[in-house]
């Protein structure tokens, strides 16, 4: 068992910055796989960054390369999303989530997962 909790979500203006962080608890093993995940009303969960506690590689979705940056501190357990340059279509629940071994870019994928915290990005 992984308990996943996410914070730093808000209303931001275009063009403004938000950095979520996820604190994971419980069973978290150091070949864990960390991933970001959004979902927007009427759209499917989607991929926007993940990595591996151990890893020496983010990966990145092109929605948000360039503007999203995943980073860790594994001494705190704990991932972060810095989202620079927010647009509106970025507006939607946040989630991070924890799957074994390699980083996924599919929701189904991953075993754990937080409760989520809303983006909302105003024009």
């Known amino acids: 068992q992984v308990q996943l909790v996410e914070s730093g979500g808000g209303l931001v203006q275009a063009g403004g910055s938000l950095r979520l962080s996820c604190v994971a608890s419980?069973?978290?093993?150091?070949?864990?796989?960390m991933g970001w995940f959004r979902q927007a009303p009427g759209k499917e969960r989607e991929f926007i960054a993940g990595?591996?506690?151990?890893?020496?590689?983010?990966y990145y979705a092109a929605s948000g390369k360039g503007r999203f940056t995943m980073s860790r501190d594994n001494a705190k357990n704990t991932v972060y999303l810095q989202m620079n340059s927010l647009k509106p279509e970025d507006t939607a629940v946040y989630y991070c989530?924890?799957?074994?071994?390699?980083?996924?870019?599919?929701?189904?994928?991953?075993?754990?997962w937080g409760q989520g915290t809303q983006v909302t990005v105003s024009s």
């Open positions: 989530a924890a799957r074994t071994r390699m980083v996924r870019t599919v929701a189904d994928d991953y075993d754990y």
């Open positions: 419980g069973r978290t093993v150091s070949d864990y796989a």
């Open positions: 990595t591996r506690w151990s890893g020496d590689t983010t």
